[in-house]
């Protein structure tokens, strides 16, 4: 069975500084899906950034990138120029391309702090 | 606004009691899936329907929960006598069945259950 494991309950990062979460997963499946999603204090959960397994190229949205190292199984997310805005949860998340119920595996969540 | 809602927002019962909670996903979305998150965790997937057709249940969802989704539109998710294990966030999502990853799951803002 995968399993994700987001090993770093929380981080903390001064405003407008960079900040990397880590998320490594465990699957004997060669295609699949990662996400991260971000859940705001009393907010709902959205999708930060998706990555393919078969894409080499690491995802970026923004301020937000992964570095997706396949051969690790591991799936970290950099924030770049850190907002207040970006204080949350985050989850990392696996889902199997040969899964046609689309389900998610989650991992336990990173608390992000950032300080003004 | 088109997003996934649920009701009520908050809920809280005494225990043996029975609640409701509604989802509306998102119009275009026939898939429809139920979490619980419990405080510093990720989501635990409950059950998902495609259209009005439940398609899979996981072991948590006990004889006490029963979903419903009529007419593949909103859907409900009852919980029976009601006990304090069962305080939980209770997240709804929405999803297309289409291709790769851009079927991602859309998510409402969750109903907070409190068993007294």
């Known amino acids: 069975a995968q399993t994700v494991t987001q090993s770093q309950p929380e981080m903390s990062v001064q405003e407008a500084e960079t900040v990397t979460l880590s998320c490594t997963y465990d699957t004997s499946e060669s295609d699949y899906y990662l996400f991260w999603y971000k859940q705001p204090p009393s907010r709902q959960m959205i999708l930060v950034i998706r990555q393919e397994a078969y894409k080499q190229q690491n995802a970026t949205e923004n301020r937000f990138s992964v570095n997706f190292q396949k051969a690790a199984k591991s799936f970290s997310l950099k924030i770049s120029d850190s907002q207040l805005g970006d204080a949350a949860m985050y989850f990392c998340?696996?889902?199997?391309?040969?899964?046609?119920?689309?389900?998610?595996?989650w991992g336990a969540g990173t608390k992000l702090i950032i300080k003004p | 606004d088109t997003g996934v809602s649920q009701n009520p927002r908050h809920k809280i019962t005494k225990r043996g009691q029975n609640v409701t909670f509604r989802c509306d996903p998102i119009?275009?979305?026939?898939?429809l899936y139920w979490y619980r998150q419990t405080l510093g965790q990720g989501p635990e997937f409950l059950t998902y329907f495609q259209n009005e057709a439940q398609l899979e249940k996981s072991r948590l969802l006990s004889d006490r929960f029963s979903a419903e989704r009529p007419k593949g539109s909103f859907s409900t998710l009852e919980i029976q006598r009601t006990e304090q294990g069962d305080s939980a966030m209770y997240l709804c999502a929405s999803s297309w069945t289409s291709g790769g990853a851009k079927n991602e799951q859309f998510f409402g803002p969750g109903t907070r259950l409190t068993v007294l």
């Open positions: 119009s275009e979305h026939n898939r």
């Open positions: 998340a696996y889902r199997s391309a040969f899964d046609s119920n689309y389900q998610l595996i």
